[in-house]
């Protein structure tokens, strides 16, 4: 369940001066495993200064393509981001989990589609818009993509390319918030940003579904608009760099302890861990093999099943209310709140 496989680096593209992509080589006999869906992410993992690090990345490229490729932009005191962009090259090689995430492209001929992107939030919205004008032609795209700078644009080239080749299909808008640009607006997306696009530029155009990537603040923002403008929930679609804290749920977390059942791999171990603990900290340490990625709250890749007990996460923008409901918790938010709780890895 919890395999990375060692795949090595076909070549690395400095995409700024502070992002590139690699792209992977992929084995015949992984290239089923490795199939994925425009808008999921893979697991890297590399041991760096003596610890092992975990590090999700979105797929830029399209299933289509054949390729697996992801961004990397460079974080302050980011220890694998620093890494990847100053150390790694061609011919390295990294271990690799297989393609995951809910952040997927909903496909469907003659759709209309928006997006709302911020820096590195671009890398699963541009594997959409490849697949949409690869395998849809009778759909548009509409991005709306913001950075700090002209210089900073992750993609540039590329994205202007597809709005070169595809007048008709692909409207490619940038907006920048330190910086003057011919023909893009100035600023950060917002709620008057998106409402100038919904209600304004594309007052006409009735959109299927909207796809947003980057901070919470922007999310929340462009959600809210998107809602006032006639979407529906079920049709925005949201992926976070980060999670905000759930303050209700974290007054619920008391300093008791309790016994813990993991099911993974159809094995059982049951250790005993204070309530003040994440169930997936406490798992590591006592030697289970849990799946995980960000261990931030904005990924799924330690998703749980909780058959016995009770949990409360201090951080979801992942789960739907039915899902929580059926008694799944990200693993790396959850504290367990009774005495017993059995959680299952397999049952996902």
């Known amino acids: 369940m919890n395999t990375f496989y060692k795949l090595k680096i076909k070549e690395l593209i400095q995409e700024t001066k502070d992002a590139v992509s690699i792209l992977f080589s992929v084995p015949s006999e992984l290239k089923e495993l490795f199939s994925f869906k425009a808008g999921q992410y893979i697991t890297i993992k590399k041991e760096l200064n003596g610890e092992e690090v975990r590090r999700a990345y979105s797929i830029c490229s399209s299933p289509k393509s054949g390729d697996l490729k992801v961004a990397v932009k460079a974080v302050e005191n980011g220890l694998f981001s620093v890494y990847a962009t100053t150390e790694l090259k061609a011919g390295d090689a990294l271990e690799v989990h297989p393609p995951e995430g809910k952040f997927i492209l909903n496909s469907q001929a003659a759709k209309n589609y928006i997006a709302f992107a911020a820096g590195s939030g671009i890398t699963p919205v541009l594997s959409m818009i490849k697949t949409v004008l690869e395998e849809e032609s009778t759909s548009k795209f509409t991005l709306v993509y913001g950075n700090k700078m002209a210089d900073s644009v992750i993609f540039k080239d590329e994205l202007e390319h597809l709005a070169a080749a595809y007048p008709n299909n692909f409207k490619l808008h940038t ?27 594309y007052k006409e155009t009735t959109f299927d579904s909207a796809y947003l990537c980057g901070p919470e603040e922007m999310i929340t923002a462009v959600t809210e608009t998107l809602k006032d403008n ?29 016994t813990v059942t993991i099911l993974l791999d159809d094995e059982e171990t049951t250790f005993t861990m204070k309530q003040t603990d994440d169930i997936l900290a406490a798992s590591l340490r006592n030697k289970v093999d849990a799946p995980y990625s960000c261990q931030g709250g904005v990924c799924s890749s330690c998703l749980g099943k909780v058959t016995e007990g009770k949990a409360v996460m201090t951080k979801n923008s992942i789960l739907t209310d039915s899902e929580v409901e059926e008694g799944f918790i990200l693993t790396c938010q959850a504290h367990p709140t009774t005495p017993k709780i059995v959680v299952d890895f397999d049952d996902v």
């Open 175 to 201: 907006i920048f918030s330190r910086d003057k640009v011919k023909n893009a607006l100035q600023g950060r997306i917002d709620s008057s940003v998106c409402k100038y696009f919904v209600k304004n530029m």
């Open 230 to 258: 006639n979407f529906t929930s079920e049709n925005i679609h949201f992926e976070l760099f980060t999670a905000s804290s759930d303050e209700e749920n974290i007054g619920k977390i008391k300093d008791g302890e309790t």
